[in-house]
């Protein structure tokens, strides 16, 4: 129906809310803003680019720094200068100006401290979404006859970060789909999660949809609850939950050559079990949620409870009872200082000593008046992901890439600036370790800086270290026994409860699944130990069935797993797409594609940090010590390779 009114325009869902606070509210607001963030707003606000060409950022943002440098003074100074422009641009009724593209890469530019272009500057515009357009979102118009849509029933295994994104997709495309989880609810690892202390360890403005304002986060890198709250938001917002099936494990998939379908089979959470016919699958079963525990004697004598960290118990009374914690990585740093004042001891268990960077403000709130910004400020919001996510983006896999002209006769350091960045989280040790030189040796790593997964400290993991009641173990567990922890130098330890803080089964993508493709062809046989996709996405023998965060796609260095995704998702729906348009009834990567992207993968990881020979111990790498699971790409190069389909990578048959 026409009615001769013309639409009203929707806003920019990242212009900020509009606002009518009074000139206190933002005065006060204004003295927790984030400066640069603000500079950016402010020529939003205004049109005017000086706010920005004004001043020069003497850093980079980091979490040691998010004003970049700039000096107290000069912060003083742009506060007291916004004030008056943000209540004109409130008076004006909360309408920002329009910038031009040349001006918007000025501005990142500027953020960047360099010249920003070529594929990193068009990856960061399509992030930032300055015209509020979802780029990625799935606009096939009617390309696709409705009768072949409702025929192509698509199943999603999981409903984790990926998993919510292939919905939002499909529904987009107006696809069948069913989401099948095996958890009660959505999440994923972040509904698994829930041991004291779970939270994110990438900043939480990059660590979500970048088609959703990022406004909301109460802390820079939120805990648990928040993120699985966010996961059920975003399910209800785009209307996912009819299609999901929760406490619902699939169990096998079988490709039937003669129908060119999959036959998923599922078995719910009573033991019944089903099976469901798909003309694609998309697994997004994630990467790190089946639990790795370890092989220790006498693990079943324990008297007490002891679980993973994965199946914390909801009702686990740990008040002054002797707590042994065995494993040290991620989780184990986030559970010992959580949990230090309330148990009786707390033995820590670590077999590698631990890289750690300090981050001020790892578990700080996200203060008032920032808060206030980013929900009114106009693209505040953007700038700050930007500045956040930026600066590991720029550098790439350079940090991690070994020298080969740098002695590395010790097996500590890679590379020059490998060596520095040692002898600088060396240095953060130390200064948490004053006063007890006999933790020294206990916690500094014998290989080189950010060969495994690097954590953080706010202070808290050394600070917990140094409390009476902590003993950091780093001897051999020989055995358990019912009463405790026996290592090998024959001292008994006694505990009441012991937490299993060993991690996850990495490299077994799509386990436990049974997976039968092409000719009977088991996953779990060909890949064995070296489990390879072409871009992480399509296995050569399983047409139609797409991984999310699958082999060689885990992130060891910059920006979110939320940006892999991205395109993930966007590559199995452009090869969706090319199966329906086509009339082919399937789609499968050429061997060879495969086999060349495999073994390019293979020899670039073979040169970063994270194959050294010298760390032993790593779930990155599979039982001969090679790295199947981490992406060796920078994001922008990953972004390329993934952004358009090229029809020649393929087979539709
Ligand atoms: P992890 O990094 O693999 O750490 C497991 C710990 O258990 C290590 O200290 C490991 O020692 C120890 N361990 C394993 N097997 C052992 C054995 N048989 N005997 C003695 N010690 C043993 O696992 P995680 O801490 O659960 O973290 C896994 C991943 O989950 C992280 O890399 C991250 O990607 C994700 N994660 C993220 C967050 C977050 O974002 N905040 C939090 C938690 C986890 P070695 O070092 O010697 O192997």
């Known amino acids: 129906m026409t009615t001769g009114v013309p639409p009203v325009a929707a806003r920019n869902p990242h212009a900020g809310v509009p606002f009518g606070d009074d000139d206190a509210v933002i005065a006060a607001a204004v003295e927790d803003m984030n400066i640069p963030a603000l500079l950016c707003s402010l020529v939003h606000m205004t049109g005017d680019p000086s706010w920005v060409r004004r001043w020069r950022l003497p850093l980079l943002a980091s979490a040691s720094d998010l004003q970049c440098g700039l000096s107290a003074a000069d912060q003083a100074t742009v506060r007291r200068e916004a004030l008056p422009v943000i209540a004109s641009y409130r008076d004006r009724g909360c309408e920002p100006r329009a910038l031009s593209p040349d001006l918007q890469l000025e501005m990142m530019s500027w953020l960047a401290g360099r010249p920003l272009e070529g594929r990193l500057a068009d990856m960061f515009f399509e992030d930032m979404q300055f015209d509020g357009a979802d780029r990625r979102a799935i606009g096939w118009g009617d390309e696709v006859p409705a009768e072949v849509k ?330 358990i026994v019912p009463n405790g922890v026996i290592t090998v130098d024959g001292t008994l330890r006694e505990a009441d409860i012991i937490c299993f803080a060993t991690g996850f089964r990495h490299n077994e993508f799509l386990a436990p699944m049974e997976v039968t493709g092409r000719n009977g062809t088991s996953l779990r046989q060909q890949w064995g130990d070296e489990p390879t996709a072409y871009l992480g996405v399509t296995v050569p023998n399983f047409p139609n069935l797409f991984c999310l965060y699958g082999p060689g796609t885990n992130l060891a260095h910059s920006a979110s797993l939320f940006f892999h995704s991205e395109y993930q998702v966007t590559h199995a729906m452009d090869a969706i797409r090319a199966v329906l348009t086509s009339g082919a009834r399937s789609i499968e990567v050429r061997k060879d594609v495969h086999d060349t992207y495999a073994e390019w993968h293979q020899r670039e990881i073979s040169e970063l940090v994270w194959a050294h020979p010298s760390i032993k111990h790593s779930h990155y790498k599979n039982p001969a010590g090679k790295v199947y699971t981490l992406s060796p790409w920078p994001i922008d190069q990953y972004w390329e390779l993934t952004r358009v389909l090229d029809p020649n990578d393929y087979v539709l048959a």
């Open 150 to 479: 409702a025929a192509s029933h698509v199943v999603v295994i999981g409903c984790g970060l990926s998993g919510i994104l292939a919905g939002i997709r499909l529904s987009q495309a107006g696809l069948p789909f069913t989401i099948i989880e095996k958890d009660e609810g959505p999440g994923g690892t972040w509904w698994e999660n829930h041991y004291p202390g779970a939270r994110v360890d990438v900043g939480s403005h990059q660590y979500c949809y970048a088609f959703e304002p990022s406004d909301h986060w109460s802390e820079y890198y939120c805990q648990q609850p928040e993120l699985r709250d966010y996961f059920v938001a975003v399910v209800d917002q785009y209307g996912l939950r009819p299609h999901c099936r929760f406490q619902t494990a699939v169990t096998a998939l079988t490709w039937d050559e003669a129908g060119a379908r999959w036959r998923v089979e599922t078995r719910g959470a009573d033991g019944t079990v089903d099976a469901i016919d798909a003309r694609f699958v998309v697994s997004a079963v994630g990467s790190l949620n089946l639990p790795r525990l370890p092989d220790i004697p006498g693990m079943d004598t324990f008297a007490g409870p002891s679980f993973h960290s994965a199946r914390w118990p909801e009702d686990l009374d740990i008040s002054g009872r002797r707590f042994a914690q065995i494993g040290a990585g991620a989780t184990g740093f986030q559970i010992a200082p959580t949990i230090a004042d309330d148990v009786a001891t707390l033995t820590i268990y670590e077999r590698t000593a631990q890289w750690m960077f300090p981050n001020p403000v790892y578990k700080s709130a996200v203060p008032p008046g920032d808060r206030w910004a980013l929900r009114h400020l106009p693209f505040y919001t953007r700038w700050f992901r930007f500045l956040m996510t930026y600066p590991g983006i720029s550098t790439g896999t350079t940090p991690f890439r070994r020298d080969p002209d740098y002695p590395d006769d010790d097996g500590v350091a890679i590379s020059e600036a490998n060596a520095a960045r040692g002898e600088q989280l060396k240095a953060w040790i130390l200064s948490g370790l004053q006063g007890r030189p006999d933790l020294i040796d206990k916690c500094l790593p014998d290989y080189p800086a950010s060969g495994k997964r690097i954590v953080q400290d706010d202070g808290s993991w050394l600070g917990c270290l140094c409390k009476p009641n902590v003993e950091l173990v780093r001897t051999t567990i020989e055995r």
